[in-house]
């Protein structure tokens, strides 16, 4: 059986991409390893790659806010991101890296065995849930894929370039925390 520890080395050795060799830190994870909760970005940013620790910038303390507001503590979440290397710029993760790192994120969830996954942003709901996943449209729908519960929730950093989302993205928290409250989404 799989640990914690040993898919984290590997991570932590990884060389499957170029982005390998500019990383500060991998990026593997943080947060309760017993998770009802999952939520799963993209990538790394540049204050995750200095820390090692992701959704630790600006977009992160949002998500804090959010958590807070619906009353989950961020210490019973898992988060992590289909990438644990920051691409150059922040820029969006190029298919051959996601295929290259996918597996980590597959084992993560394995081990987790979460109730229900959130995919923060597009990019993590067009990877997990289907390619051509309309973040606009369908956030906060619920679907089952693999034997997961699975929604898609508005990035917190598209939150904090449009405001205007920010009520959506609080109605599909609440429904969010009603699931993991009542196994319903309503």
């Known amino acids: 059986m799989e640990t914690w520890e040993s898919l984290e080395e590997q991570c932590r050795a ?3 991409c170029s982005l390998s060799q500019s990383r500060t830190n991998c990026v593997f994870g943080t947060g309760s390893k017993t998770a009802k909760l999952m939520f799963v ?3 790394p940013g540049q204050k995750e ?3 090692g620790i992701p959704f630790v910038g600006a977009a992160g303390k949002l998500l804090d806010k959010y958590l ?5 503590a961020r210490e019973e979440v898992y988060i992590a991101n289909i990438l ?14 996601q295929d290259a790192c996918i597996d980590y994120l597959r084992r993560q969830v394995r ?4 109730k229900i996954i959130v995919c923060l942003g597009r990019i993590s709901a067009m990877r997990l849930i289907k390619p051509d996943y309309k973040i606009t449209k369908e956030h906060g729908v619920f679907v089952t894929k693999n034997g997961f519960t699975m929604t898609a929730v508005f990035h917190p950093a598209a939150l904090l370039r449009d405001p205007g989302k920010k009520e959506a993205m609080y109605t599909d928290m609440k429904a969010i925390a009603a699931f993991l409250r009542e196994d319903s989404p309503e």
Not at 68 to 72: D, F, K, N, Q, S
Not at 84 to 97: A, S, V
């Open 14 to 16: 990884c060389t499957k």
């Open 41 to 43: 970005g993209e990538a």
């Open 49 to 51: 790659d200095e820390q």
């Open 68 to 72: 807070e507001a619906v009353g989950i």
């Open 84 to 97: 644990k290397c920051r691409p150059p710029e922040n820029r969006d993760p190029l298919p051959e890296e």
């Open 111 to 114: 081990l987790i065995s979460p």
